[in-house]
């Protein structure tokens, strides 16, 4: 089975410019999260969704940050423009229902550096 | 909200046995998860408890107690390999945020010939 695709595995930017990463979750799973992972830190949630609506978006920066699952599967993060704080390891992970007790499989992450 | 705790490092010795501890203050609680991280790696799912007790897994076992706020993720015979970033984890009730995973900011582990 094949797991959590992302891309692109690394990007350096510079600060206000702009980058989106792409994911694609495991067959069939209907619950997509994104977490920023800062160095030495652990995973924090920006955003999840259940098929293609928004389940919590409540630690997104919508100012810069913005996510779209359109059609229930790939979803992809936006954020316009880059501060130099926003420079992380962007974790898309999926679990086949948002109900408890189902385990969350990471891909292997995004990292942006932003100088 | 939730205010998750685990040590910042630890360092053990190749084939002794290690103990994790994670404290939890949640609003909701629906689960813990115990999740290991190599470095430049993806979080990789270890252990999940729902009820007080220990779960047993190989080398791994995870221990949780609800009314403490408690758990612990107990490593035996250690390996080289086991030297990895240990995240505590803490699943809402549902209620404000769909069941996602709220991360500690893990335990570094180092494991030393």
């Known amino acids: 089975e094949a797991g959590v695709a992302q891309s692109p595995r690394y990007k350096i930017i510079e600060k206000r410019q702009s980058v989106a990463f792409w994911c694609n979750p495991i067959?069939?799973?209907?619950?997509l999260y994104w977490y920023q992972q800062i160095l030495g830190q652990g995973p924090k949630l920006l955003i999840q969704?259940?098929?293609?609506?928004?389940?919590?978006d409540s630690q997104l920066p919508k100012d810069r940050f913005s996510a779209e699952r359109l059609k229930g599967v790939d979803s992809t993060l936006k954020i316009q423009p880059a501060k130099l704080e926003d420079s992380a390891v962007y974790l898309c992970?999926?679990?086949?229902?948002?109900?408890?007790?189902?385990?969350?499989?990471f891909g292997e992450g995004s990292w942006l550096t932003v100088v | 909200g939730q205010n998750i705790d685990q040590p910042t490092e630890m360092t053990a010795t190749e084939g002794a046995i290690v103990q994790i501890n994670c404290t939890y203050q949640?609003?909701?609680?629906?689960?813990l998860f115990w999740y290991q991280q190599h470095a430049g790696e993806a979080p990789t799912f270890l252990s999940y408890?729902?009820?007080?007790g220990l779960e047993e897994k190989g080398r791994f076992s995870s221990f949780l107690s609800r009314s403490k706020g408690y758990s612990y993720l107990l490593l035996k015979e250690l390996q080289m390999k086991d030297s990895a970033s240990y995240l505590c984890?803490?699943?809402?009730?549902?209620?404000?945020?769909?069941?996602?995973?709220?991360f500690g900011k893990g335990t570094s582990l180092l494991v030393t010939p």
């Open positions: 984890a803490v699943r809402d009730d549902g209620s404000n945020s769909g069941y996602a995973l709220n």
């Open positions: 969704f259940q098929n293609n609506g928004v389940v919590d």
């Open positions: 949640t609003s909701g609680f629906n689960g």
């Open positions: 067959s069939g799973h209907a619950t």
């Open positions: 408890n729902v009820l007080d």
């Open positions: 992970a999926s679990s086949s229902t948002g109900a408890a007790g189902n385990t969350i499989y």
